[in-house]
């Protein structure tokens, strides 16, 4: 089982999906989800001490966020994948093969943010700009768990980083007529060839941060950050959902709900950034007006 990008030379051989202790079985997905919660934690303690916050406050704020967040992306998955799983009950609770929608767990943990911040006491919008870096550092590593179960990869391309993956590991309803008319046989294994998804939303997401992470110093009110972060996540999100070949649709529509959500996002935050910007402005304008008089 292995993963070729053939334009890059690089070949990844006999990959497995899992690895065993003791007879039991542990799938890599699992083990880069919970890497990446752990970075994550990490990152929003470090952007907490670096504001001025205390860094304990975000270890339970992270243990509330990470079982609401998982629940959500799960409820948000099955939901659009309901055509399926109403005739496979036995599988909703079974998350070791994937089936995570990012959305439903960011929609999840600012919903549990909320509800932490209120019984706490403390800033919900400065909490989200806080939590949102981690939440990014945990997208960027999870992201690499579609990598190892060959899933949520685009269409065909020949682009630098087509990355060729072989269609005994792909499950079937992924292998679509437009991915096996380019199929391509390589020492008697024949493979798919995709745009790999996964390391574009990777890349992306680790830009936004690097820029998140430059501006914090520079933010003018709270919530900033995490508008920044709505906006440029779903920004690479709209595009790089059009690519992807398992888009969760809209009820029995065409209409991939991840895209339309990601759209909604961005056309909403830098709508609320620009207003809060001009507001901030008139308010400054105003009070050198006061100051002259």
């Known amino acids: 089982m292995d993963i070729r990008f053939p334009h890059l030379g690089i070949e990844i051989a006999r990959l497995g999906k899992s690895f065993s202790i003791a007879g039991f079985s542990i799938a890599y997905y699992g083990v880069i989800i919970a890497l990446g919660m752990i970075v994550g934690f990490f990152l929003a303690s470090w952007q907490a001490k670096r504001t001025g916050q205390n860094p304990e406050l975000y270890l339970d704020l992270a243990v509330c966020d990470i079982i609401f967040a998982v629940i959500g992306a799960r409820i948000y998955y099955v939901v659009f994948s309901w055509d399926y799983y109403a005739e496979h009950p036995s599988e909703i609770l079974n998350i070791r093969g994937g089936g995570l929608a990012i959305y439903g767990g960011v929609i999840a943990g600012i919903l549990a943010t909320f509800v932490f911040a209120r019984i706490r006491k403390q800033s919900f919008r400065l909490l989200l700009d806080t939590a949102c870096v981690g939440l990014l550092a945990g997208q960027i590593i999870g992201r690499w768990g579609n990598f190892m179960n060959r899933e949520a990869f685009g269409g065909y391309t020949d682009n630098l980083f087509a990355m060729q993956i072989p269609t005994k590991d792909v499950a079937g309803i992924y292998l679509k007529h437009d991915l096996m008319s380019h199929a391509v046989t390589v020492g008697g294994v024949e493979y798919i060839?995709?745009?790999?998804?996964?390391?574009?939303?990777?890349?992306?997401?680790?830009m936004v941060l690097l820029i998140i992470l430059l501006y914090t110093k520079h933010k003018k009110y709270n919530g900033q950050l995490c508008l920044m972060y709505l906006a440029g996540y779903g920004l690479g999100r709209t595009w790089i959902e059009g690519l992807r070949t398992d888009q969760l649709k809209l009820f029995h529509t065409n209409i991939a709900v991840s895209q339309l959500l990601s759209a909604i996002l961005v056309v909403l935050s830098v709508a609320a950034l620009v207003w809060n910007g001009w507001r901030r402005r008139k308010k400054e304008a105003m009070s050198a007006k006061d100051l002259e008089k």
């Not at 060839?193 to 680790?206: A, D, G, K």
């Open 193 to 206: 060839q995709v745009h790999p998804t996964f390391l574009y939303e990777s890349l992306w997401n680790l």
